[in-house]
């Protein structure tokens, strides 16, 4: 079956400081891939997604490539700030067995952003 | 405003004593799921439902029941629950649950069974 694979956390960078969360996964097929946050106390919120292999997606300073070739689908951002702290989660969208489109989501992975 | 609800936000109940958690979206979505979100496990599938009347087990369906009467609203009902059901609960939709749609999520629902 589709799994995903996140980095452990927590991370804790210090503001200004460079972001990397890792993702990779496997699936069948092409699936579409997506990072969610989740600021404490709420529920996930999309953060940006692609949906081909080399798409890149974009949002609040933050980026992720889709790499087809190492299946990967990594989290970074130039410089982080304080509100960035929140619980990161990698996830993808496939088609599982029955023809139905299934997400999978990684552990997540808490990123603690100090001033 | 688009968004989905859940009520309640927080539940402590105890072993045994059926209890039924909300979820009401305002957006007209088709594709309904409810997960469980457990330290170190991430988010697992429960339940999802495709349509009105059309529901079907996810990851981990053990000791849960919904049932989707309504477009916007789906319920998730545990008959009798247990201590390893304590958890953090969100219920999300999608206008279609095709490959690329987005899931919106509600604010969740934190149950404690003692």
């Known amino acids: 079956g589709n799994s995903v694979t996140q980095m452990e956390g927590p991370v804790t960078l210090s503001e200004e400081a460079f972001l990397t969360i890792n993702c990779t996964y496997t699936?069948?097929?092409?699936?579409?891939l997506f990072w969610y946050v989740q600021y404490p106390g709420e529920g996930l919120q999309l953060l940006l997604k692609?949906?081909?292999?080399?798409d890149k997606g974009s949002n609040k300073g933050f980026e992720a490539t889709y790499r087809k070739e190492t299946t990967s689908f990594h989290l970074e951002k130039g410089s982080v700030q304080v509100s960035d702290s929140a619980v990161y989660f990698c996830?993808?969208?496939?088609?599982?067995?029955?023809?139905?489109?299934?997400?999978?989501f990684g552990t997540g992975t808490k990123l603690q952003v100090i001033p | 405003e688009a968004q989905v609800t859940q009520n309640p936000r927080y539940l402590i109940t105890v072993t045994g004593k059926k209890l039924t958690v909300t979820c009401s979206q305002n957006?007209?979505?088709?594709?309904m799921s409810w997960y469980r979100q457990d330290p170190g496990l991430g988010l697992r599938q429960i339940y999802y439902?495709?349509?009105?009347?059309?529901?079907d087990k996810g990851d981990v369906p053990e000791g849960y029941k919904v049932s989707r009467k309504e477009k916007r609203n789906f319920p998730l009902i545990l008959e009798s629950p247990s201590p390893n059901q304590t958890s953090l609960y969100f219920c999300?939709?999608?206008?279609?649950?095709?490959?690329?749609?987005?899931?919106?999520f509600g604010p969740g629902t934190r149950l404690t069974v003692l």
């Open positions: 999300a939709s999608t206008y279609r649950g095709g490959s690329t749609d987005t899931q919106y």
């Open positions: 699936a069948t097929g092409y699936p579409s």
């Open positions: 692609a949906t081909k292999a080399d």
């Open positions: 996830a993808l969208s496939g088609w599982d067995s029955g023809g139905y489109q299934k997400v999978t």
């Open positions: 957006m007209n979505h088709e594709y």
């Open positions: 439902s495709m349509n009105v009347e059309v529901t």
